[in-house]
């Protein structure tokens, strides 16, 4: 009976500090924590085995203004505002468009970039130019991004994927029709791959604004990004990052 109940206390114990463990968060105040995705080129993605990008400068550069050393947390756009809730990072930097609901739900920084919305397709497609050409067709879309909000508000069936890359690859295999994405992550694509099968096909209309985003409790964090970020303007460091990765300024 001993033996049982100090191994019943142990399990309680273990569990116990499992828990605390898990809901610590990031306890270390000179560590930023940042989750993004990691494969979202030109904003995050690995180069030589180091995660680099737009986004990803942009923070370290805000986390050097605030004195703390940046540390990435790569995670699924899909899973990454539950990473964010469940306190596995401070910070989401991954092209976190500006709208209502997120405002809503989350504390966002003032944005960094400033970008339209392109529907691409197979080259040899010549029925969709415009959003209004998507209604009963079918796109490729990260289900919790904004642009699958679009899609589908344009009639479109939405086939969920992880990401861009996956997306243009449905659409090569003919599995869907088009996909709808920023603008800059798409020029980024035909840069590096002269894939000359999809093309651009039509522009959505609208104009999106990225910031990053912070839990609720955390406004004050977002104050000091703000701080930064109004610093990183103004000394130039903003258009200098903008500058290197697309050869303008798309942080205004």
């Known amino acids: ?43 995050s993605y690995q180069d030589n085995g180091s995660i680099t990008g737009y986004d990803v400068e942009v923070a370290k550069a805000v986390g050097e203004k605030l004195g703390r050393k940046v540390e990435f947390v790569q995670t699924p756009w899909d899973a990454i505002f539950a990473g964010l809730e469940s306190k596995r990072f401070d910070l989401v930097a991954n092209q976190v468009t500006v709208n209502p609901e ?29 959003l209004t050409d998507l209604s009963g067709k079918t796109c490729a879309q990260s289900v919790t991004s904004n642009w699958n909000k679009v899609a589908a508000g344009a009639g479109c069936k939405v086939e969920g994927v992880e990401g861009f890359v996956q997306a243009i690859q449905l659409l090569k295999n003919g599995r869907v029709d088009a996909t709808v994405n920023d ?37 004050a964090l977002i104050d000091q990004v703000n701080t930064a970020l109004d610093q ?21």
Request: charged share 20%.
């Open 102 to 130: 997120r405002a809503q739900k989350y504390s966002l920084s003032q944005p960094y970039t400033t970008s339209e919305g392109v529907i691409v397709t197979k080259a040899d497609n010549t029925g969709i130019h415009a």
């Open 232 to 252: 990183l303007r103004a000394d130039g460091t903003l258009a200098k990052i903008s500058d290197k990765y697309f050869g303008t300024d798309v942080s205004k």
């Open 1 to 43: 009976m001993r033996r049982k109940l100090l191994a019943a206390v142990f399990a309680v114990v273990a569990a116990t500090a499992a828990l605390t463990a898990c809901s610590s968060g990031n306890d270390d105040p000179n560590v930023l924590k940042i989750g993004t995705e990691g494969t979202y080129a030109p904003f």
């Open 183 to 219: 603008t800059l992550a798409v020029g980024e694509y035909a840069k590096k791959t002269n894939d000359s099968s999809v093309h651009v096909a039509g522009k959505t209309g609208e104009t999106s604004k990225q910031a990053f985003a912070g839990r609720k409790d955390s406004q």
